[in-house]
């Protein structure tokens, strides 16, 4: 139940908020819009040659580098986003069904998400340095050669493996948190039928809990694949801002779509590029408006049991 | 029967046995990065460079942790980044927590026009990748002479990190329904009262959601001390903690000192920690919370 309308008073409320949003999420909104159809624009006149429909576009999609961004943006988000929802899935259904240590193995868990990525990145790089890191000494025990994960020269597909792993490392703590959260509201009256029943836990586990948590799983996963799309801060910190294994070349680049955004960025000087950092961007939420359709269309037809 | 029963007993045991060990096995993947930072931080930088495979614990004796830390504290001015860090996350989390809780009553407890529209749009944008906003975000800050590659000073940084962060849509959808959930009969008794609206909220609305207000405290100044890709962009002179990561931890020939890099590493990330340790309750609920409502 509202009072009547006051539009005075709920313009004093939301004034701040408003006037700062319109600033700096509305129109900058509409002026990638903008930007991305200019043709030449020169950042340091703010000025253009007219208007382009699809030069910025051509530009970005045929730099050797959109290519590459692509792959390594979908190998990340096709790889990573499903391995870690499946781990995050038994853990929590693991924890929820323990009593003893509860608490501290959720705490564990959920650390990767209060960190820093950048610092966290720096780790993951030293884990992984040939000579002097964890994961080569663990293989070395099973007579494993060192291999050479992200240091000079280092293979496109190793630094990418390495990269991998800490971005699931990094993904698992929210999606335990939000499926745990699931499995506590799931009506323990189901578990005690099943019990009355002797149900096998493999039958329980397929039958009751994956059913029952199926819309939480289809979320997780879309809006994962949203977040996995816009890496970028992680491979900073593995590989810092030339986003590759030193001495390698630009195809072993492991840039991806936001990276390409942020590299137009850094040359806004240069003619053309803020243009094309919009384009880029445009290109980017594109592919994310995709996910999110698909998820809106499913979620209102299906998963729901 | 006797059997059976000993049967499932033993299985059940030997259920919990899996199941505990999958649970260690995963905790210990997740602990792996933060005891490989501590561990190698301890070492001296002769050790870390001549040990070859890496030993996997350090005696008592070879730790070297005033060396470290302190050569990691001296080689960014930490100090400076630090105090700068705290002073954005002050001002932008005080601006954005006045801001959402107006803009939050406006929408949760006043009827006026158009606002099931606003609300709607304002939702929308949270499916829009922030890199769309940056780019224009740099322009405006240079167009209002906040940032200027040629130089800036403290006031022109400080205006330029904290601005464009003085509110936040995900932050008031959140409140939003921390507010939706207080019954309307407090509401209509405060009416009656002849209580306004300015007294009921900050006399009982606040109140009453304080444990979502601190959620968002926690994580909004969490999220500055994370800053990296907006303060390097704006800011390049006044940089946060974040950024002095990234800064070179060579030795005169060039090498890497890694013992120093990761005492950096945890230098930033023990703050966060700590944090998080004392004001669990709060972020793990925000975050189970948002994860559900979407």
Not at chain 2, 107 to 131: H, Q, W, Y
Request: aromatic share 16%.
């Amino acid at each position: 139940m509202l009072e009547r309308q006051n539009n005075l008073k709920a313009l004093f409320y939301l004034a701040p908020a408003m006037v700062l949003l319109s600033v700096f999420t509305f129109y900058p909104l509409f002026n990638a819009f903008f930007l991305a159809f200019l043709r030449d624009y020169e950042f340091l006149l703010r000025s253009a040659k007219g208007f382009t429909l699809f030069g910025n576009f051509k530009n970005v999609i045929t730099d050797p580098d959109f290519g590459i961004a692509m792959k390594n943006t979908s190998i990340i988000t096709f790889i990573s986003v499903p391995i870690s929802v499946i781990i995050a899935l038994l853990i929590s259904v693991a924890l929820n069904s323990v009593k003893k240590l509860q608490g501290a193995f959720q705490t564990i868990f959920f650390l990767p998400y209060v960190t820093n990525a950048i610092a966290i990145g720096m780790a993951f790089a030293f884990i992984f340095h040939a000579d002097y890191g964890l994961l080569n000494t663990i293989l070395g025990w099973f007579g494993i050669n060192p291999i050479n994960w992200v240091g000079l020269n280092a293979s496109w597909s190793n630094a990418m493996f390495a990269l991998l792993v800490y971005t699931i490392w990094g993904g698992l703590a929210f999606k335990i948190m939000v499926f745990l959260s699931g499995l506590q509201s799931i009506d323990k009256q189901y578990y005690d039928a099943a019990r009355v029943d002797a149900t096998p836990r493999r039958r329980v586990l397929t039958k009751i809990t994956i059913p029952l948590l199926s819309p939480m799983i289809f979320y997780i996963t879309v809006t994962s694949f949203i977040g996995a799309f816009k890496a970028y801060r992680t491979i900073i910190g593995m590989f810092g801002e030339t986003l590759r294994p030193p001495g390698t070349l630009s195809k072993d680049s492991l840039i991806t779509i936001v990276g390409l955004v942020y590299d137009a960025l850094a040359h806004a000087d240069a003619t053309g590029k803020m243009s094309e950092a919009a384009a880029a961007s445009i290109i980017l939420f594109s592919i994310t408006m995709i996910f999110t359709l698909v998820q809106m269309q499913i979620s209102k037809r299906r998963v729901h049991f | 029967m006797q059997n059976t029963i000993r049967e499932t007993r033993i299985r059940t045991i030997l259920f919990k046995v899996l199941v505990y060990t999958f649970l260690v096995g995963f905790a210990i993947f997740v602990l792996i990065p933060f005891y490989w930072m501590v561990l190698t931080s301890l070492k001296s930088f002769q050790q870390v460079r001549t040990e070859v495979p890496p030993s996997l614990i350090i005696g008592l004796k070879d730790i070297r942790f005033l060396e470290n830390y302190a050569s990691a504290w001296n080689a960014a001015p930490y100090y400076q980044y630090m105090l700068r860090t705290v002073a954005v996350a002050a001002i932008s989390t005080t601006g954005t927590i006045f801001t959402t809780i107006f803009a939050a009553f406006a929408f949760a407890r006043l009827n006026f026009k158009g606002r099931d529209f606003l609300f709607l749009a304002l939702i929308s944008t949270m499916m829009i990748p922030g890199e769309m906003f940056v780019i224009t975000n740099y322009i405006t800050v240079s167009n209002l002479g906040w940032y200027s590659p040629l130089g800036q000073t403290q006031t022109e940084a400080f205006l330029a990190l904290t601005m464009p962060f003085m509110t936040s849509v995900f932050y008031l959808f959140f409140l939003r329904q921390a507010f939706k959930q207080i019954p309307d009969e407090l509401y209509l008794a405060a009416k009656v009262d002849g209580t306004s609206d300015w007294k009921y909220l900050w006399k009982i609305m606040v109140p009453i959601a304080s444990p979502t207000i601190i959620t968002i405290v926690i994580l909004n100044a969490m999220g500055t001390w994370s800053a990296y890709i907006w303060p390097k962009l704006v800011a390049t002179e006044y940089p946060l903690v974040t950024n002095g990561l990234r800064e070179a931890y060579q030795d005169f020939f060039g090498m890497v000192n890694y013992s120093q890099q990761m005492a950096a590493a945890l230098i930033v990330t023990l703050p966060l920690l700590i944090v998080f340790m004392f004001l669990k309750k709060y972020i793990m609920r925000g975050v189970s919370r948002s994860g559900i409502k979407g």
